[in-house]
């Protein structure tokens, strides 16, 4: 059974940083290509970025490109979201999500349950 748990999210200002982490339990994460998505109150879940298993290809949703990098490192088992520059709107609960392929309308196998972000004004 896969397991895929993210962590780091808070509350911070706007202008601040953050990084989350997704790691799976079960199996090797580097096993996996993982994506990163975001629901906010009200709205879709939406797309925030995608890496590779190898983490040679990445890709982002339109709003946080510039802002936002994805990386991983095998070694450690663990895929990073770094959250630059935030702002109010990307206040949401961010779910990590494991699969074979890496982005935005591919399927995914496995999703975490999600951690919450706030970025106050």
């Known amino acids: 059974q896969v397991q895929v748990v993210e962590s780091g999210g808070g509350l911070v200002q706007a202008g601040g940083s953050l990084r989350l982490s997704c790691a799976a339990s079960?199996?090797?994460?580097?096993?996996?290509?993982v994506g990163w998505f975001r629901q906010a109150p009200g709205k879709e879940r939406g797309f925030v970025a995608a890496?590779?298993?190898?983490?040679?290809?990445?890709n982002y949703g339109d709003s946080v490109k510039g802002r936002f990098t994805i990386s991983r490192d095998n070694a450690q088992n663990t895929v990073y979201l770094q959250m630059n520059s935030l702002k109010p709107e990307d206040t949401a609960v961010y779910y990590c999500?494991?699969?074979?392929?890496?982005?935005?309308?591919?399927?995914?196998?496995?999703w975490g349950q999600g951690t919450q972000v706030t970025v106050t004004s």
């Open positions: 999500a494991a699969g074979l392929l890496a982005g935005p309308s591919v399927p995914y196998d496995y």
């Open positions: 079960g199996r090797p994460t580097r096993n996996y290509a």
């Open positions: 890496i590779s298993r190898s983490g040679s290809s990445t």
